[in-house]
RNA sequence: GCCCGGAUGGCGUAAUUGGUAAACGCGGGGGCCUCAAAAGCCUCUGUCCUUGCGGACGUGCGGGUUCGACUCCCGCUCCGGGCACCA
């Protein structure tokens, strides 16, 4: 590394003063600078390696908060590291700006969704500035523009024309707070909204869904392939939810017309049914109940229908499982022996068939309601001897089973799903837990989706060159609840791209996160204006390699784009390389206050503007790079502004330490001489290497290797530690007497190796120092022979207990390193004059004594 | 209920392969500088016993493996998250 050249301290008596580190003007002039010089502007052609780094696409809710604030830092660090090392680092972003909270307000205040939007998504482009996070901003995106809805109408026809988009009637979730169909997704298990907190409600209305269940089995089985955090896959795993099992039908006694046809992951149990159950839903249920059992069956319906998602599911538990017999009978095709048909609200008309073989034995939802109903129970599976519980679902041999008796359960599953398939009945059957996407919104600020009915020529879609469909401005938002789009008459009634006659528009807009399933697409090149995206453009920088985002995005908006990227690569319109859209997936923990969610007065309170106008932004980032793991929560405490103010005193020292280091022996100058004298000089004047100069430069050299390290595994926290160790050394190093070649090299490279951690100090105090852009420097690479330790602590140990610790050379052999041991008088005086046991070395960390 | 995480000083945390537990920081104590303060600098800070030297204990709890365990194994407790009648 070439000696830096410094501005002299004795040039200019007051330079330090006059040159102090000013927080606000310095991170101002560097974010004005990185917007205007286009250095984090790349495109497909530009020689270095393409790399992809993306934050996930954020919702415009106004000024950052200190999630987005966690998350940019994160985004930031890794463009700005992965840029120093030559890639060429697509860094996009854009706004998620389509959703119910500004048509909310439009309600509240009148103020059109569009102008809410805008000001906020400003307000929010303004905290990323301040933050100094850098982005090819020629690339934004904003959902609401209509060049993307433009585009995400274009992909739904597309869809549609596969079979992937399609229109049904089907019980929904209908949130009255919102007056909005919501997704199973934005139902929490208590059967609330996850945004209102509302009760909700089963509607039977036509919506729009996407095929997602077509990829399925992909979605599943592409997950090992993924570099994401376990715990993530894990849960689409479970959200996918693939079971294999049998599918059959079961004959209806005296009803030789009638099958209910079951699904069951336990063949192997058949031997076991009985009792079958209906869902109250499922279409036989009128066709098997007997007139003296109507009254029963009806009321079971009744209290099903008006109960609320709440309701049957918090009262499902164990016990009240709430059914009645339907009076009729089927038959089991393995044993041939009629047993009863229920109806009851514990089975699910949405799963598998809607009615199930029960095998009270071997579940225990059976069990409980065959308990309460007075059923018997046939066990087919031995338990072992000490088995207590009530169904048993472990492993064991078959029993009470004719053929089946005797065998594991795998091996009877396959027998009895053989036998099945032999004998017509039924056959080996996959299902999932996930469901199709339901998109349909009753809503006004969102994509309208580009259908017209025509009462002559049925359900058409928009043509491409009347795309995009866009939302009237001229609407009132009112508080009825029911969306302006399906008020306007001028939007409603339209002409019939075939007939030429009158017809009407489709009034539903899409779910928001449709936007956000294909936006990193568009970002390879958002400029183009006759495909969604260009695929070559494409092709050259997905997948992304790097994709940040709160845990909380683990199951909804991955799977969707997953799905949608699998989707547009069959289509045609992405590329193969696009087929799994993030290869590496980093979700980092949440900001929590008081041990809970955020409140708004305290959201307030944590506020980036705060921070940026007092401590600056460094220091912030610095917090957040430094307080824990970036995959663990943060909590936000009474002591947070105290450990950021230590963040904003390390800045102070480290600007002294590379600009003024005239000031750092200064004061601890006065502290080694109670201020009677000062230094003649910074440096010192000899020009030799000694030991103490090697042992920093040495250090240097490990620091490059640290941080580095640090780095690609996520470890921040670690490597801002050793930052601070680094510079905790240097000061002493240079109030002891520096030489000022190993001093350059070692200030310099603490710069270069925290350039992404803190971008504009490191910006600034390099440029007074070479002149230059530092973001613009490759990144330092360690001399591996320097970054090696010279000598380390060998602990010497009794029976394991540490007795002594001695400096030796790395390079110590093992009989010198047990005869300097044996030879100590603390293991001496424990041996007693006795030879010890064992010996146990390695070298140079340890030799342990054991007597 | 099932599936994932996690538990280390007063606090946030570190220990990358089974080898010095507590790096780095926050807070706190003491000191220097100052008329004083702020800032800065130096220093101490796991617990207990001891005047000191030193010693004992110490990574949620109970066992185990090992010369040696924060780390591996078995059994628990508590906390956080996900799913929740999915047959």
Same mark, same amino acid.
């Given at each position: 590394?070439e000696?830096?050249?410094?501005?002299?301290?004795?040039e200019?008596a007051?330079?330090?003063? &006059?040159?102090a580190y000013?927080?606000?003007a310095?991170?101002?002039r560097?974010?004005e600078?990185?917007?205007?010089?286009?250095?984090?502007q790349?495109?497909?052609s530009?020689?270095?390696? !393409?790399?992809?780094?993306?934050?996930m696409?954020?919702y415009?809710s106004g000024?950052?908060?200190q999630g987005h604030?966690r998350?940019?830092?994160?985004? /930031?660090l890794?463009?700005r590291?992965?840029t120093?090392?030559g890639f060429?680092?697509?860094?996009p972003?854009g706004?998620?700006s389509?959703?119910?909270p500004a048509?909310?307000?439009?309600?509240?205040?009148g103020?059109?969704?569009?102008?809410?939007?805008? =000001?906020?998504i400003?307000?929010?482009?303004?905290s990323?500035r301040?933050?100094? !996070?850098?982005y090819d901003?020629?690339r934004e995106i904003?959902?609401?523009?209509?060049s993307?809805?433009r585009w995400?109408?274009?992909i739904?026809?597309r869809?549609?024309e596969?079979g992937? &988009?399609y229109r049904a009637e089907a019980p *929904?979730n209908?949130? @009255?707070?919102?007056q909005?169909?919501?997704?199973?997704?934005q139902?929490l298990?208590d059967?609330?909204c996850?945004?209102s907190?509302?009760?909700?409600e089963?509607r039977n209305l036509k =919506?729009?869904?996407?095929r997602?269940t077509?990829?399925?089995?992909?979605?599943l089985?592409?997950?090992p392939?993924?570099d994401?955090p376990?715990r993530?896959k894990?849960?689409?795993?479970?959200w996918?939810?693939?079971s294999?099992g049998?599918?059959?039908?079961l004959e209806?006694?005296?009803?030789p017309?009638?099958?209910v046809?079951v699904?069951?992951?336990?063949p192997?149990t058949s031997?076991?049914?009985?009792?079958a159950v209906? &869902?109250?839903?499922?279409?036989?249920?009128d066709?098997l109940v $007997?007139p003296e059992?109507?009254?029963?069956v009806?009321?079971?319906?009744?209290?099903v229908?008006t109960?609320? +998602?709440? %309701?049957?599911?918090?009262?499902?538990?164990?016990l009240e499982?709430?059914?009645a017999?339907t009076?009729?009978y089927?038959?089991n095709?393995?044993n041939?022996q009629?047993?009863?048909v229920?109806v009851a609200d514990?089975?699910?008309?949405?799963?598998g068939?809607?009615a199930?073989?029960a095998v009270p !034995?071997?579940?225990q939802?059976?069990f409980d309601?065959a308990?309460?109903h007075?059923l018997?129970?046939?066990?087919t599976?031995?338990?072992p001897?000490?088995f207590t519980?009530?169904?048993?679902?472990?492993?064991?041999?078959?029993?009470n089973?004719?053929?089946?008796?005797?065998l594991?359960i795998? %091996?009877?599953k396959?027998?009895?799903?053989?036998?099945?398939?032999a004998?017509?009945?039924?056959?080996?059957k996959?299902n999932?837990?996930?469901?199709?996407w339901l998109?349909?919104?009753?809503?006004?600020w969102g994509?309208p989706i580009?259908?017209?009915?025509?009462p002559?020529c049925?359900?058409?879609t928009v043509?491409d060159?009347?795309?995009p469909?866009l939302?009237?401005?001229?609407?009132e938002?009112?508080?009825?609840?029911e969306?302006p789009?399906?008020?306007h008459?001028?939007?409603i009634n339209?002409?019939?791209?075939?007939?030429?006659?009158?017809a009407?528009?489709?009034t539903?807009?899409?779910?928001?996160?449709v936007?956000?399933?294909?936006?990193?697409?568009?970002?390879?090149?958002?400029?183009?204006?006759?495909?969604p995206?260009?695929?070559e453009?494409?092709?050259?920088?997905m997948p992304?390699d790097?994709?940040i985002?709160?845990i909380?995005?683990?199951?909804?908006?991955?799977?969707?784009?997953?799905?949608?990227?699998?989707?547009?690569?069959?289509?045609?319109?992405?590329p193969t390389?696009?087929?799994e859209p993030?290869?590496?997936l980093?979700?980092?923990?949440?900001?929590r206050?008081?041990?809970t969610?955020m409140?708004?007065s305290?959201?307030?309170l944590v506020a980036p503007?705060?921070?940026?106008e007092?401590?600056?932004?460094?220091?912030?980032?610095?917090f957040?790079l430094s307080?824990?793991?970036?995959a663990?929560d943060v909590d936000? $405490?009474d002591?947070?502004?105290e450990i950021?103010?230590?963040?904003?005193r390390f800045l102070?020292?480290?600007w002294r330490?590379a600009?003024?280091?005239e +000031?750092v022996?200064?004061?601890?100058?006065?502290v080694?001489?109670?201020?009677?004298?000062?230094?003649?000089?910074v440096y010192r =004047?000899?020009d030799e290497?000694t %030991?103490a100069?090697m042992?920093?430069?040495?250090a240097?050299?490990?620091?490059?290797?640290?941080?580095t390290?640090?780095?690609?595994r996520?470890s921040y926290?670690t490597?801002?530690?050793?930052c601070?160790?680094?510079a905790?050394?240097?000061?002493?190093?240079l109030?002891?007497?520096a030489?000022?070649v190993v001093?350059? %090299?070692a200030i /310099?490279t603490l710069?270069l190796?925290?350039?992404?951690?803190?971008?504009?100090?490191t910006?600034?105090?390099w440029e007074?120092r070479?002149?230059?852009h530092i973001? +613009?420097r490759?990144? @330092?690479v360690?001399?591996p022979?320097?970054?090696k330790?010279?000598t380390?602590?060998m602990?010497?140990?009794v029976n394991g207990?540490?007795k002594?610790?001695v400096?030796?050379?790395?390079?110590i052999?093992e009989?010198e390193?047990?005869?300097?041991a044996?030879?100590?008088?603390k293991?001496?005086?424990?041996l007693?004059?006795?030879?010890?046991k064992k010996?146990?070395i390695r070298?140079p960390?340890l030799?342990? *004594?054991?007597i």
């Open positions: 590394m000696v830096a050249k410094i501005i002299s301290p004795y200019v007051s330079f330090f003063m &006059a040159r000013d927080v606000q310095v991170e101002k560097w974010q600078r990185w917007a205007s010089s286009g250095f984090y790349v495109d497909a530009d020689p270095r390696p !393409a790399q992809y780094v993306l934050c696409y954020p415009p000024p950052a908060h604030v998350n940019y830092t994160f985004g /930031d890794i463009v590291y992965r120093m090392t060429a680092v697509l860094s972003i706004f998620d389509f959703g119910l048509e909310n307000a439009a309600i509240a205040t103020v059109h969704p569009r102008i809410f939007t805008d =000001q906020r400003e307000e929010l482009k303004a990323l301040g933050l100094g !996070a850098v901003w020629r904003r959902s609401h523009d209509p993307y809805i995400n109408q274009v739904f026809k869809f549609y596969a992937l &988009a *929904v209908w949130c @009255p707070g919102c909005t169909v919501l997704a199973n997704e139902v298990a059967g609330t996850e945004r907190g509302d009760v909700v089963k =919506q729009w869904f996407f997602i077509a990829y399925a089995d992909e979605l089985n592409a997950l392939t993924l994401w376990e993530v894990v849960m689409q795993r479970n996918i939810g693939r294999e049998a599918e059959f039908d209806v006694q005296g009803r017309d009638l099958k046809r699904f069951t992951t336990r192997d031997f076991g049914m009985t009792y209906l &869902a109250p839903e499922h279409p036989l249920v066709l $007997t059992h109507r009254q029963e009806d009321e079971l319906l009744q209290r229908k109960a609320s +998602e709440l %309701e049957r599911s918090s009262s499902g538990g164990a499982k709430r059914g017999f009076g009729s089927v038959i095709p393995f041939k009629a047993v009863p229920y514990y089975v699910l008309m949405s799963y068939t809607g199930v073989m !034995a071997e579940d939802r059976d309601f308990k309460v007075g018997p129970i046939v066990r599976v031995q338990p001897e000490d519980g009530e169904a048993y679902t472990g492993e064991g041999k078959k029993i089973s004719e053929w089946l008796d005797g594991e795998a %091996e009877a396959e027998r009895a799903i053989a036998w099945l398939e004998n017509g009945i039924g056959e080996r996959v999932y837990r996930l469901r199709d998109v349909s919104r009753q809503r006004y994509c580009p259908i017209i009915y025509c002559r049925g359900m058409l043509p060159e009347d795309l469909v939302a009237p401005d001229d609407v938002f009112k508080p009825t609840g969306s789009l399906a008020l008459e001028g939007f339209t002409t019939c791209p075939s007939c030429g006659g009158p009407t528009r489709e539903d807009t899409m779910d928001t996160f936007d956000s399933s294909w936006y990193f697409l568009r970002f390879c090149d958002p400029w183009s204006t006759d495909v995206f260009n695929p453009l494409a092709r050259h920088w992304v790097q994709y985002g709160g909380e995005h683990a199951i909804l908006h991955l799977m969707y784009a997953r799905f949608f990227s699998k989707a547009l690569v069959d289509l045609g319109i992405a390389e696009a087929r993030f290869s590496r980093f979700t980092q923990g949440m900001i206050m008081g041990g969610k409140s708004k305290k959201g307030n503007s705060r921070y940026f007092t401590v600056g932004a460094d220091a912030l980032r610095l957040h307080v824990g793991p970036p663990d936000w $405490t002591q947070t502004d950021i103010e230590g963040a904003a102070d020292r480290l330490l600009v003024a280091p +000031e022996l200064d004061r601890s100058a006065r080694e001489t109670s201020g009677s004298t000062k230094a003649a000089s =004047q000899q290497i %030991e100069d042992e920093v430069k040495r240097t050299h490990r620091l490059i290797v640290r941080v390290e640090d780095f690609d996520w926290n490597a801002v530690a050793a601070r160790e680094f905790n050394m240097l000061q002493r190093y109030v002891q007497g030489h000022r001093y350059d %090299e /310099d710069l190796v925290m350039a992404p951690m803190i971008p504009h100090l910006a600034e105090a007074i070479h002149g230059d973001h +613009e490759p990144w @330092p360690a001399d022979e320097l970054a330790e010279q380390v602590t602990v010497v140990q207990k540490v002594e610790r400096e030796v050379p790395v390079t052999g009989a390193a047990e005869s300097m044996l030879s100590m008088p293991v001496v005086h424990a007693g004059g006795d030879k010890p010996v146990i070298v960390r030799v342990n *004594v054991v």
